[in-house]
């Protein structure tokens, strides 16, 4: 980043302007003349004193800011949901043909309906982003609710309206194209179920075609919130009733070799000067759909970050934190970190077991595999080093579908008594 002195050398780049921005991230300010802010945050910018620092004001408070860190107002940013081309992605078939061919992930859900059909008995049940409708077909099917509420947005809702009539439910079923925070409906509900989880807890990534292959984002579990706080009865359940990020340190001798070392020796020629700009294509943002093998997590999961969907608020989500220590129990080289997610069913029969669907490497693989974090570098660890930090969701406060995951971590190593100087990587999704 641009130093201040460079700058005050351009005035010509000085541009006196009064407008408003929003601060994408968090900022610390490094020198007396710069002002620190965080995420969300709106900056009053009254000069462009050159391309990568402005004089801006927060709260009665001056100083330079990083423009890089900030984004007009989001009113000035059509469409910060972006929601038409998401919801075009699913009125194809070919994501739906991808989640139902998931086994553990629709088997998981039919069997939280078969374990619960007797309590369902007579209850009102909304299936959030029903898709075809398979979860709202299993409780019309093997369940006696009152009513099944199958909410669907995207133009897919047409087929279900025919899948629902194919399979006899119409009795029970009925569909809804909307968002479904538009709805308005006859009752509120007592089961709110939804299949809303994304690579990476909140946020799924769809590669859209309707976009010419380019990547969208999902964060369902806003809307998931927004219609439990006005349609979930008090008392009524949510499935999930809790979701989990779990973390792991873990190798990746293959990824490593496959974008890194490869640049070192090509056909007896030298390409090594490669190797920064392959870091940066590669290992700057998540790798997504990775196979995490067991064998190469170095250390037992953690769960990081657990999410209670009965007492979550949609603000909690903005900004989510959580901590972790591992200890090493087996000597390899510390290439990043693998994430994946659980989500936990509770019974609606007092007593009753929860059901759990874990999409960790210890689990049948499902559709989402894990999420692999990397390092700009492997380190190399022993039995018994430890490896401790952070782990931070930051929602875009623009795009509001898009996020960032920012690791901090630090090393201990077995001998030693003190901890590594901090180290920090942010992986955005996708701005
Ligand atoms: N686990 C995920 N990553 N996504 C699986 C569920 C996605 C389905 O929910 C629909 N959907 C998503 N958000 C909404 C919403 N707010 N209202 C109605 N349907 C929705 C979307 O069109 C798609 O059919």
Redesign the pocket.
Known sequence: MLEMSECENTQTDSNIITEEFIALEDFSATGAEQLSFSAGDTLLVHEQVCADWWWAERSGCFGYVPSAFLHRRVEDVEDAWQDEE??S???TLK??LE?LSDRPRTETYRQVIVSNCAALRGKVVMD?????GVISLFCGRLAQPAAVYA????S?AEHTEKLVKLNRCDDVVTVFR??????MLPSKVDVLV?????NCLLV?V?VSEWMGNCLLF?F?VE??LR?RDRWLKDGGMMWPSSASLSLVPCQAHADYSQKMEFWENLYGLDFSCLQPVAREEFFSKPKFSHQLDPDDCLSSPCDVITLDMHTLSVSDLEKLRGEFRFTIERAGTLHGFAAWFSTFFRSLDEGGQPLELNTGPHAESTHWKQTLFMFDGPIGVEEGDCVGGAITLQRNPIWRRHMSITIEWRMKRRNDTTFSEKSSKRFPMWR
């Open positions: 998401y919801f992605s699913y009125g994501l739906h989640m959030l982003g029903c898709g075809t909410v669907e947005a995207s897919v909307s968002r479904a925070e538009d709805l939804s299949e809303w989880m994304g799924d769809l999902e369902m809307s998931v219609v």
